[in-house]
C-alpha cells in the first residue's frame, strides 16, 4: 500500500539557515503529494501539493518538487525564521487508495 | 470563516465511559475524516465518509463508531473508552475524496483516558 518515509527530527537550525526535510514514497499509480504544517496547539495547515511528476509546490518560502524517478518530494525553504518553528508532515494520495498517508512528522525549531 | 470547527477540546475520561467528539464544516465540502494523531506515528485514518449517508473504515476503526448526521456535521463515538485511546484526535474535510483534494483539519481534541 501507500507509504511516506520522512527524516526523523527533531531539527535545530539558526535563523536563516538552510532548511531541507527529506521525504521519500511508495506508491502504485500516480500519487498526488503534499505538505503539511503544525503549529502548537493547532491542526494541521496546507502547506504547499504538486499533483505529478517534475511539479513544483511553493508557498511562503518553501518549495518542494515532484520526483518521480526518487520518488522524493524533500522540502526546502532558503532562509528559514523562528516562526517557521512548527511540526512538518509529508503526505500522499491517490495511486491506488485516495486515502490521505502522512509520515510520522518533523519537528523544526529555529533559533534567533 | 470557521472551516473546521471541533468540540470539545479537551476531555479526561475514566476507562469504560462513553464520549461523543463532535465535528462540523462550513465549506460545503463533501467528504469528512476521523484521525487520530500519537508521537512518532503522524495521522492515522479511523473512519472517513466520502459523501452524505456513507461511512468507512480507515486504518484503525477499532473501538469507534461514526455518523454522518448531515452533509457539514460528522462524529465520532467511543463505546467504552480505553486508555490506548489517549490521543489527540482531528477532524477533516475535504472537497472530494480524490487524490487532488487537500484536507482541511480542525483543531483537535485532546483526549486522555485514565
Known amino acids: 500500500g501507500n507509504s511516506v518515509t520522512q527524516m526523523e527530527g527533531p531539527v535545530t537550525l539558526s535563523e536563516e539557515a538552510f532548511l531541507t526535510i527529506n521525504c521519500t514514497y511508495t506508491?502504485?499509480?500516480?500519487?498526488?503529494l503534499f505538505w503539511y504544517v503544525q503549529y502548537p496547539g493547532e491542526g494541521l495547515q496546507l502547506l504547499l501539493k504538486?499533483?505529478?511528476?517534475?511539479d513544483k509546490g511553493s508557498n511562503k518560502g518553501f518549495e518542494a518538487t515532484y520526483r518521480k524517478e526518487t520518488t522524493s518530494f524533500h522540502l526546502e525553504k532558503g532562509s528559514v525564521q523562528v516562526s517557521d518553528s512548527a511540526v512538518y508532515f509529508c503526505?500522499?494520495?491517490?495511486?491506488?487508495?485516495?486515502?490521505?498517508?502522512f509520515g510520522a512528522g518533523t519537528r523544526l525549531t529555529v533559533k534567533p | 470563516n470557521a472551516g473546521v470547527t471541533q468540540t470539545p477540546k479537551f476531555q479526561v475520561l475514566k476507562t469504560g465511559q462513553s464520549m461523543t467528539l463532535q465535528c462540523a464544516q462550513d465549506?460545503?465540502?463533501?467528504?469528512m475524516y476521523w484521525y487520530r494523531q500519537d508521537p512518532g506515528m503522524g495521522l492515522r485514518l479511523i473512519y472517513y465518509?466520502?459523501?452524505?449517508?456513507?461511512?468507512d473504515k480507515g486504518e484503525v476503526p477499532n473501538g469507534y463508531n461514526v455518523s454522518r448526521l448531515n452533509k457539514r456535521e460528522f462524529s465520532l463515538r467511543l463505546e467504552s473508552a480505553a486508555p490506548s485511546q489517549t490521543s489527540v484526535y482531528f477532524c477533516?474535510?475535504?472537497?472530494?475524496?480524490?487524490?487532488?483534494?487537500?484536507?482541511?483539519f480542525g483543531n483537535g481534541t485532546r483526549l486522555t483516558v485514565t
Open positions: 506508491a502504485t499509480g500516480y500519487p498526488s
Open positions: 477533516a474535510s475535504s472537497e472530494f475524496r480524490d487524490s487532488n483534494s487537500p484536507l482541511h
Open positions: 465549506m460545503n465540502h463533501n467528504s
Open positions: 503526505a500522499l494520495r491517490g495511486g491506488n487508495n485516495n486515502d490521505m498517508r
Open positions: 465518509s466520502a459523501s452524505e449517508g456513507t461511512t
Open positions: 504538486a499533483t505529478k511528476a517534475d
